[in-house]
C-alpha cells in the first residue's frame, strides 16, 4: 500500500511504496523520509476519517521537519514519530528518482537557464525596438548586446523618478521665453504708439476754409509720459517739425492788457503778480509760414461736467511730483479766446515766416502760486507746423523743468 507523505518545506504531498526510504519531494526536491513498518501514511488515515492531516511542524531550533503520526480512527496510536532532515543529501542521488509520473521534465530533459537566455531573439534580427527594462536604463543579465547598447544610448534621455522630462522642461522654458519676448514687444509698441500720438496731435485751430467749425480740446492726461526729447531745462534747445524751441527763463510780475482797437480809450487794470515761461521760437523750414502760438492754443480750456471749478488744459505749471492731483495743478491766465484784450508785450497771432525768429511767454493764473515751491514742471501746447497735405496744423507737447529758485523778477 502506498504511504502518502506531506513535505514539510512546500507543503506538497507525494506518495511512496517503500517504507524507511528517502523520496524526494517532486515540487521543491526536499528529502523526506518514508516511516518505516506497514502502517498505512497519514494521507490514507486522513481519508478514512473524513479530515485533512495537519502539515508536518518544523521543530523548533533546527531545520529538520517532525511529521507527527496521527491517531488512528478507532483511537490506536501509532507509537512513533519520524524525523527527516530536509537539507542533508540522502543515500540516493536526485537522478534515481522516477518523476514520470510527477508532469515534471527528466533531469535529462530539463532546459538550461542560460541556454534559454542565449535562445532570446535579439531586437537586431526581429526589427522589434529595444525595450528599457528598468528606471536606470539598463538591460537585464543575460540581454542581446545590441538591446544593451540601445538601453545604455536612451538612459542618459530619461529623468529620474520624480523630476520632469528633459524634453517637456525645455518645451515648457522655450514657451516661457516666447511669450516674455512677446509681451515686451508688445509693451515696446505700446509705448511707442503713446510716443508717437504725443509728438504729432492735430491742432485746435479749424481748417482752412471751414468756417466757424466747432474746435474741440484733445486733453493729454498730465500723468502721461512725454515722448523722447520732449523735456527740457531752461536754456535747451531741441527741434520739433519746422520749429526750434528754447525756454528761455521763468519770472514772476504782474499782467498789462491792452485793447485790440489802438484807438479804443478803454483801460483794464493789471493783475496781482503771475508766473511768465518766456519762450522763444525759430521757424527752421524752407518754405512753411505758421502761427507757433495763438489764443486757442494758449487760453483755450474744457470744464469739467461732474466739478464745475474745475477744468481741463494740455497748458499748466505744477510740482513735478503732483502730476496727478488736480489741486496742486495751475493752469495759465483766464482769458477768454474772444476777448478784446490782449496781454501786452505777448505778441500772438503773429505768423513766423521760414528763418525768423520770435520769442514771447506764457502767463499763468494768479492763485495757488504759493504751492508752487521746489521742482517744477510747465507744460506747452504750441504748433510746430503744417501738414503738407491737408494744410491742417500739427501741434504737439513739450515740458519745461525748472526749479523755484529760478523764478526771478520781471525787471531782473
Request: net charge negative; hydrophobic share 35%; proline share 10%.
Amino acid at each position: 500500500m502506498a504511504i502518502e507523505l506531506v513535505c514539510g518545506n512546500c507543503q506538497g504531498r507525494l506518495a511512496a511504496e517503500t517504507p524507511g526510504s528517502v523520496v524526494a519531494c517532486p515540487h521543491c526536491g526536499a528529502h523526506l523520509q518514508v516511516p518505516a513498518g506497514d502502517a498505512p501514511g497519514p494521507a490514507a488515515a486522513g481519508a478514512a476519517s473524513g479530515e485533512t492531516p495537519p502539515p508536518p511542524a518544523l521543530a523548533d531550533g533546527n531545520n529538520d521537519a517532525t511529521l507527527q503520526m496521527p491517531p488512528e480512527p478507532d483511537g490506536g496510536d501509532w507509537g512513533s514519530t519520524a524525523t527527516v532532515d530536509l537539507y542533508e543529501p540522502g543515500p540516493e542521488s536526485p537522478d534515481q528518482f522516477d518523476l514520470s509520473d510527477t508532469g515534471l521534465p527528466a533531469p535529462s530533459e530539463a532546459i538550461d537557464p542560460l541556454e534559454m537566455e542565449r535562445e532570446v531573439p535579439s531586437p537586431a534580427l526581429t526589427g522589434e525596438p529595444a525595450l528599457a527594462f528598468d528606471q536606470g536604463g539598463g538591460a537585464p543579465p543575460g540581454a542581446a548586446p545590441e538591446l544593451a547598447t540601445a538601453a545604455a544610448a536612451e538612459a542618459p534621455r530619461r529623468a529620474p523618478p520624480g523630476q520632469p522630462s528633459p524634453a517637456l522642461f525645455r518645451a515648457v522654458c522655450s514657451y516661457a521665453s516666447a511669450m516674455t519676448l512677446a509681451c515686451l514687444y508688445l509693451g515696446y509698441l505700446l509705448l511707442n504708439s503713446q510716443s508717437a500720438r504725443l509728438e504729432s496731435l492735430p491742432d485746435l485751430a479749424p481748417p482752412v476754409g471751414a468756417g466757424n467749425k466747432k474746435v474741440t480740446l484733445i486733453y493729454v492726461d498730465p500723468q502721461s509720459k512725454m515722448p523722447p526729447r520732449h523735456t527740457l531745462k531752461l536754456g535747451e534747445s531741441e527741434r520739433y517739425g519746422s520749429l526750434r524751441l528754447t525756454p528761455l527763463k521763468v519770472t514772476r510780475g504782474p499782467l498789462q492788457f491792452e485793447h485790440y482797437d489802438a484807438n479804443s480809450r478803454l483801460v483794464r487794470e493789471a493783475t496781482e503778480p503771475v508766473l511768465k515761461l518766456h519762450l522763444r521760437f525759430e521757424n527752421v523750414s524752407s518754405d512753411q509760414e505758421f502761427y507757433p502760438l495763438d489764443r486757442t492754443l494758449v487760453y483755450f480750456r474744457n470744464q469739467d461736467r461732474a466739478q464745475v471749478d474745475r477744468f481741463f488744459a494740455n497748458n499748466f505749471i505744477c510740482p513735478i511730483h503732483a502730476r496727478g492731483n488736480s489741486s496742486e495743478r495751475v493752469l495759465m491766465y483766464d482769458l477768454a479766446v474772444t476777448s478784446s484784450w490782449d496781454v501786452m508785450g505777448q505778441k500772438l497771432d503773429q505768423p513766423l515766416s521760414p528763418g525768423q525768429v520770435h520769442e514771447t511767454f506764457l502767463p499763468s493764473e494768479e492763485a495757488g502760486l504759493a504751492r508752487l515751491k521746489g521742482d517744477l514742471v510747465w507744460r506747452v501746447h504750441f504748433r510746430k507746423g503744417y501738414n503738407r497735405k491737408s494744410h491742417r496744423g500739427v501741434t504737439t507737447l513739450v515740458e519745461v523743468e525748472f526749479d523755484s529758485d529760478q523764478i526771478s523778477a520781471d525787471d531782473a
